[in-house]
C-alpha cells in the first residue's frame, strides 16, 4: 500500500543550529503535503500545508520564517527547523495521500527532534 | 481553542469487553471524522471513518457513531483485544480538506 517515509526517525541537535527533516511519498505523488507537531501527551497539530511549486501555507501562530517549508517535487517535502530552540524539542509528523479522499491519508513515521 | 476533544486520557478494559472512547467538538463546519491508532514514536494510523450524513459506520470489530445534534461521536471496539492497546485520536475535517483537526487522545490498555 502507499507509504509515507520520514527521515530521520531522531535527531538531536544543538540550539541555535537547523535541523531538516523529509518527508516522502515512496509509491505515489502528492501535491499536498502537511506538517503536524505533536508534544508529549498533547493533541497533533497542524502547522503547515506543504504545496508542490508554491509557498507552503502556515497555520495562525506558526512562524513561517523559523520553520521552513520546501516541497520541491512531487514525492518530497522538507521541514527545516532554523535556529533550534529547547522549546522546538518536539514529535514532527507528516502526511500525504494520493488522491483527494480523507480515508488516503498516510502519516509517516514521525521523526522526535531534540534541541539540547 | 480545542475545536476537537478527547475528554478520557485514559481507558482500561478487560480483554473480550467492549472498549467505547469518546470524542466531541464544536466546530460545526467539520463534516468528516476519522479515528486512529498511534503507537508510541510512530505516525498514526487509519482506523475508521464517518461522513456527518451518515449516524453508523461499521467495520469489522470498529465502529463509529455520530451524534451530530450533540456534537458527539464515539468508537467501540468490541471484542477488545490486548493488541488494541494503544493511544487513540479522533480527529475531524472541513469541506474535504486534508488537513485534519486532532483531538487530545485516550490511551486505551486492554487487561488479560
Known amino acids: 500500500g502507499a507509504v509515507v517515509s520520514q527521515h530521520p526517525s531522531w535527531v538531536i541537535c544543538k540550539s541555535g543550529t537547523s535541523v531538516k527533516i523529509e518527508c516522502r511519498s515512496l509509491?505515489?505523488?502528492?501535491?499536498?503535503m502537511f506538517w503536524y507537531r505533536q508534544f508529549p501527551k498533547q493533541s497533533l497539530m497542524l502547522m503547515a500545508t506543504?504545496?508542490?511549486?508554491?509557498?507552503?501555507?502556515?497555520e495562525q501562530g506558526v512562524e513561517k520564517d523559523k520553520f521552513l517549508i520546501n516541497h520541491a517535487s512531487l514525492t518530497l517535502s522538507t521541514l527545516t527547523v532554523t535556529s533550534a530552540h529547547p522549546e522546538d524539542s518536539s514529535f514532527y509528523i507528516c502526511?500525504?495521500?494520493?488522491?483527494?479522499?480523507?480515508?488516503?491519508?498516510?502519516f509517516g513515521e514521525g521523526s522526535w527532534l531534540t534541541v539540547v | 481553542d480545542q475545536q476537537v476533544k478527547q475528554n478520557s486520557p485514559s481507558l482500561s478494559v478487560q480483554e473480550g469487553r467492549i472498549s467505547i472512547l469518546n470524542c466531541d467538538y464544536t466546530n460545526s463546519m467539520f463534516d468528516y471524522f476519522l479515528w486512529y491508532k498511534k503507537y508510541p514514536a510512530e505516525g498514526p494510523t487509519f482506523l475508521i471513518s464517518i461522513s456527518s450524513i451518515k449516524d453508523k459506520n461499521e467495520d469489522g470489530r470498529f465502529t463509529v457513531f455520530l451524534n451530530k445534534s450533540a456534537k458527539h461521536l464515539s468508537l467501540h471496539i468490541v471484542p477488545s483485544q490486548p493488541g488494541d492497546s494503544a493511544v487513540y485520536f479522533c480527529?475531524?475535517?472541513?469541506?474535504?480538506?486534508?488537513?485534519?483537526?486532532f483531538g487530545q487522545g485516550t490511551r486505551l490498555t486492554i487487561n488479560p
Open positions: 506543504s504545496n508542490e511549486g508554491s509557498k507552503a501555507t502556515y
Open positions: 509509491d505515489f505523488q502528492a501535491t499536498t
Open positions: 480527529a475531524a475535517s472541513a469541506g474535504g480538506a486534508q488537513k485534519l483537526v
Open positions: 502526511s500525504a495521500s494520493p488522491e483527494t479522499g480523507l480515508n488516503t491519508i498516510y
